[in-house]
């Protein structure tokens, strides 16, 4: 079935690094989302992607998605302690129809050293 | 306005036993998912209801199961449990089913350990 792969799966930085996560998918997805959980909290909604190329940023993070539709990355400049946590890709594929049915990569988890 | 709340928070159980989860969506929202989140598969999707009907459904056994009440809170049930049931589940409402783009919104999560 439909997947969507995330790397990678941990990384550690030292702050003030950079940190770079991608997602990829073998088939065109309809948009791409971004969320961050904490340890021990939940996942929060970052962005949706929708646009064929589109980037946005938000402060330190930005987010791309590619021309093709199928891959995306989060690039977080100088990394803080407070960037620590897990980020997932979710898409919603054409194939999943007017539902609700998100696939979620499987993470990667970004540990910070201050 | 009030997010999205789940209970209860955490909960043990044993094996072969049932368990029912609750959701309230935020005020207005009419589409609820439901997720299981393990350290070994992540978030996986069970199912989502959107004005009291099944919109969607993961690849999950039969004795996952769910419904949404009609003030659009939503229930899911877990039966004869197993010790792979151990998880955090997750619900997520949005403002209208997700293929309109809308953005979702987690709740805190039912921490379920089964022993």
């Known amino acids: 079935g439909q997947q969507v792969m995330q790397i990678p799966q941990y990384q550690h930085v030292q702050e003030g690094e950079d940190f770079t996560t991608y997602c990829n998918s073998s088939?065109?997805?309809?948009?791409i989302q971004w969320y961050k959980q904490r340890p021990g909290g939940h996942p929060v909604f970052l962005i949706q992607l929708v646009k064929s190329g589109e980037v946005k940023k938000q402060k330190r993070l930005t987010f791309q998605f590619g021309e093709a539709k199928k891959n995306s990355s989060l690039h977080i400049t100088a990394t803080q302690t407070t960037d620590v946590g897990t980020y997932f890709c979710?898409?919603?594929?054409?194939?999943?129809?007017?539902?609700?049915?998100?696939?979620f990569g499987q993470g990667t988890t970004l540990q910070v050293k201050p | 306005k009030a997010g999205v709340t789940q209970t209860p928070r955490y909960l043990i159980k044993t094996r072969g036993q049932q368990v029912t989860l609750s959701c309230s969506p935020i005020?207005?929202?009419?589409?609820v998912s439901w997720y299981q989140q393990t350290p070994g598969q992540g978030l996986q999707f069970l199912f989502e209801?959107?004005?009291?009907?099944?919109?969607n459904k993961g690849n999950f056994p039969g004795r996952f199961s769910g419904r949404q009440f009609s003030n659009s809170r939503s229930e899911m049930n877990v039966s004869t449990l197993e010790l792979g049931d151990s998880a955090l589940y997750l619900c997520?409402?949005?403002?209208?089913?997700?293929?309109?783009?809308?953005?979702?919104?987690f709740g805190e999560g039912s921490w379920l350990t089964v022993v």
């Open positions: 209801y959107f004005s009291e009907t099944q919109r």
């Open positions: 979710a898409a919603l594929s054409p194939l999943s129809g007017n539902t609700g049915k998100l696939i």
């Open positions: 005020s207005g929202h009419r589409s």
């Open positions: 088939t065109t997805l309809s948009n």
């Open positions: 997520a409402s949005s403002l209208l089913w997700r293929g309109s783009g809308n953005t979702i919104y």
